[in-house]
């Protein structure tokens, strides 16, 4: 089948602003969005940039706005879209060219929630033991790929750049959670301060943008209320 | 622009991050050069677990994994590295514990593990669970934790930057040249210490389950400069990748209790492996599945692939342990494995051989195991050997915590007492030369139309069984792509994010290890391991019982060295399950 492929391309050196440019694909229904840009970079237009690596959805490198929805374009198949695709770079985060943007910001908000394990006492001589359903209990965050879906998906991070944002939290959330951690103190000042999680306006927009499925908004409810239940 | 560090790492994968991390406890300043942002390496892509013997569902010891190892490479492991491995690769697991990494856990609460291909109770009697696991995503998990450590431990990142040179002066390593996407500016990075870590090599196929940035570059970069590749020919298929894609499906789907079915529903396994059926190392179940769509026995309209049936396991196991590899099957190929049979074929998936190292991660020049001081290797892109003939399953993992962790420590040793070297612009010329050129070319080949070249007449002529004959016809046509590569143009010629040019570069880097991989495959007159001989169809110890050191002499010409196997405890023999 034929496919209208219409991405919006920025390069620094000639555009002022970004600009729609069209390309007609011949494409399977089975085929990824990516299979499609790699298309148009080999036979139409090598100019064309964006980031992809493991190309199924693990190392969370091609997060794109498909049909204005935020997605991996390695997991987004050509017979869920329709015959006309359009293509954007995430919002919220400085676009690079064409569909790469600068990730720092988005980093930064990662690395403020300090996201390891913070335990001071001297670990045993084997595991530290931790039951099944303590296990569970932070599963949901340990599946995120820090595509940044969720963050760019969400109308508090675009309106102020400085809000944590849901990745961040959730990555918090796996911690202030693991029966094994120390440290939930410590992110509360962060994520409890002005760009913390009170600027959540559970908008749910990061929970339908997750291409790992997971309840990002209902993992930010939940650090919410640790904080509010450490206060008393 | 010029940086500076005491140990820098190539590569922000597992064995990178382990390195790094490594390096940094004690206490060198480092630096980690990644042509991605760190937690998007293929890592991440490892899913079943990772091998120790912990002994925590039955009794376990590492000698059974020691031997586990040797037999499973066909008598190729060097029998140091695998001790070594066996023993501390359960330190590293409960390191990796300590430091976060989220396994699934026993009713006990210690660490959960799985069944996998290759690993045995006493001495190759039975299966026996041995893997560490986080669910399907257990690299995933890898990769996470080391880079949350690398992030506590405030180690400098260089994201995106893709390392072109790397500067060796009368036999020692003095650093790095970079190009950074971002601007197109090529940069200098001066170190006592560099340790490759920069992973495999599987876009030389078309058929693979790695990513589209596993392309060999340092591997490239240093036979290049005269430095040898070992064992090459070594190449693993996994059995089961996503029929036709070749996304990965993990080996913990067999050691769950899947099991391989061809178009008469027959558990084709029994026949060749009676005493561990689908639980027989990699190579054998490849050739297995090759075998049976050669007999007519293939599923589909092409009859060209196999089935993996979960069908008949409880839906929580597979719900629970096997979640992205269920999603997998449902995106990619409309099927649900709760319900039917998934389609699948072997994949490209695992460089055996790599840059020769020691025990301690040091890249060593020559037969007599003489180091180039300065320069380390771990991970896929080295070989120490340890995984031989044939990588088991979840021994990657293992790989790069036991000797990422190794190379770290020493390099941070070396460089404590080591000094800079001088080093000035001059030595950005090789790499700028090479980019300039390809952006000034006005030659009629696209990257593109080469690179499906190469991926498909790799696949059809040095994948899974080989003959002198069709390997020197690869010979032939790595020759003509060689030619042809060197009237490449691009239209991109700007400096922001040119990922054309990137992939230029690329294409240069897997010919050039498809030709030390097909040469070593042509020299190797045997069948071991992964590398199947269909004209030597038996194994030779006599003759062949040494690693294969391939040295670029020419475009199209290579030179072979030899290195004895190191031997100890156990004595080669027939290799049966």
């Known amino acids: 089948m034929q496919v209208t492929l219409k991405i919006l391309r920025f390069d620094p050196a000639k555009h002022e602003k970004p600009t729609w440019q069209t390309y007609q694909v011949e494409a399977e229904p089975w085929d990824r969005v990516l299979d499609l840009l790699h298309k148009v970079k080999a036979d139409q237009d090598g100019t064309l940039a964006f980031r992809r690596s493991c190309g199924h959805g693990i190392c969370g490198s091609d997060a794109m706005l498909i049909n204005g929805r935020n997605r991996l374009a390695c997991k987004t198949l050509v017979k869920d879209l329709g015959s006309v695709i359009t293509v954007e770079p995430i919002r919220g985060l400085p676009v690079e060219k064409d569909l790469v943007v600068d990730m720092e910001p988005f980093f930064a908000a990662y690395r403020a929630v300090k996201p390891y394990l913070i335990n001071e006492e001297p670990p045993p001589a084997r595991e530290r033991l931790q039951s099944p359903e303590e296990r569970e209990r932070f599963d949901h965050g340990t599946k995120c790929i820090l595509c940044a879906s969720c963050t760019t998906s969400c109308p508090v991070f675009w309106v102020n750049g400085t809000y944590l944002g849901p990745a961040a939290i959730v990555q918090a959330h796996r911690f202030i959670f693991d029966s094994r951690d120390r440290g939930k103190r410590e992110r509360f000042k962060a994520l409890g301060s002005g760009s913390g999680v009170w600027r959540c306006r559970t908008a749910y927009n990061c929970t339908e943008a997750c291409p790992r499925e997971i309840p990002v908004t209902e993992l930010i409810e939940e650090v919410k209320r640790a904080i509010l239940l450490d206060r008393f | 622009m010029a940086h500076r560090h005491e140990v820098i790492v190539v590569g922000a994968g597992g064995a990178g991050l382990a390195t790094a991390l490594y390096a940094a406890r004690e206490g060198a300043d480092v630096a980690v050069v990644s042509k991605l942002y760190p937690t998007r390496s293929h890592t991440g892509a490892a899913q079943g677990g990772i091998g120790a013997a912990l002994g925590n569902v039955e009794e376990d010891h590492w000698e059974w994994h020691m031997f586990d190892t040797i037999k499973g490479g066909d008598y190729l492991t060097d029998q140091d590295a695998a001790e070594v491995f066996a023993k501390e690769v359960i330190e590293a697991v409960l390191e990796l514990e300590h430091m976060g990494l989220p396994f699934d856990r026993l009713p006990n609460g210690k660490i959960a593990q799985r069944r996998f291909g290759g690993h045995t109770k006493d001495w190759g009697k039975a299966p026996v669970h041995r893997a560490a696991h986080a669910a399907?995503?257990?690299?995933?998990m890898i990769l996470q934790t080391l880079y949350q450590q690398c992030v506590k431990h405030n180690i400098t990142f260089y994201n995106e930057f893709h390392v072109t040179d790397v500067i060796l002066e009368d036999g020692v390593a003095k650093g790095l040249v970079a190009y950074e996407l971002a601007t197109g500016e090529l940069h200098l990075f001066q170190a006592k210490a560099i340790v490759i870590a920069s992973g495999g090599f599987g876009r030389i196929y078309k058929v693979t389950s790695n990513a589209y940035t596993l392309t060999g570059d340092l591997q490239a970069i240093l036979y290049r400069k005269g430095l040898p590749l070992e064992d090459m020919e070594f190449y693993q298929f996994h059995p089961t990748g996503l029929y036709p894609?070749?996304?990965?499906?993990?080996?913990?789907?067999?050691?769950?209790?899947?099991?391989?079915?061809?178009?008469?529903?027959?558990?084709?396994?029994?026949?060749?492996?009676?005493?561990?059926?689908?639980?027989?190392?990699?190579?054998?179940?490849?050739?297995?599945?090759y075998l049976e769509v050669r007999e007519g026995r293939g599923v589909g309209p092409k009859k060209d692939h196999v089935l993996l049936d979960l069908t008949h396991l409880p839906p929580e196991v597979i719900e629970k342990k096997l979640p992205d590899i269920t999603e997998f099957s449902r995106i990619y190929l409309g099927v649900d494995p709760l319900k039917e049979p998934v389609p699948v074929m072997p994949t490209a998936h695992y460089a055996m051989g790599g840059i020769p190292t020691t025990l301690w991660g040091q890249v060593i020049r020559d037969e007599n195991n003489t180091v180039v001081p300065g320069l380390y290797a771990a991970g896929e892109a080295a070989c120490v050997s340890l995984h031989g003939a044939n990588r088991l399953g979840t021994n990657s993992l293992g790989d790069l915590v036991v000797f990422g962790r190794r190379a770290g420590i020493h390099a941070a040793r070396f460089a404590k007492d080591a000094d800079y070297h001088e080093l000035s612009e001059e030595h950005l010329g090789a790499s700028r030369e090479r980019i300039e050129r390809i952006k000034a070319s006005t030659g009629k080949e696209k990257v593109a139309v080469l690179r499906a070249e190469l991926q498909q007449t790799m696949m059809d002529n040095a994948s899974v069984f080989r003959t002198g004959e069709l390997l020197a016809k690869q010979v032939e046509i790595l020759k003509e792509l060689m030619d042809r590569y060197r009237h490449i143009s691009i239209d991109d010629k700007g400096d922001a994010y040119n990922t054309e040019l990137v992939e230029a570069l690329e294409l240069g880097y897997l010919l050039e290890v498809s030709e030390a991989l097909v040469h070593s495959a042509l020299n190797r007159t045997e069948s071991r391991g992964a590398h199947a001989r269909e004209d030597y169809p038996e194994r030779d110890d006599q003759n062949w019982l040494k690693h294969t050191l391939a040295y670029k002499v020419a475009d199209g010409k290579v030179a072979f060295r030899y290195k004895p196997v190191v031997l100890g405890r156990f004595e080669p023999k027939a290799r049966t399950y």
């Open chain 2, 136 to 140: 399907d995503r257990t690299g995933h």
């Open chain 2, 245 to 289: 894609l070749g996304i990965l499906l993990t080996e913990g789907a067999r050691g769950e209790g899947g099991i391989l079915r061809n178009a008469l529903g027959e558990r084709f396994m029994e026949r060749y492996a009676p005493t561990i059926k689908d639980l027989a190392p990699r190579d054998m179940v490849s050739r297995a599945m």
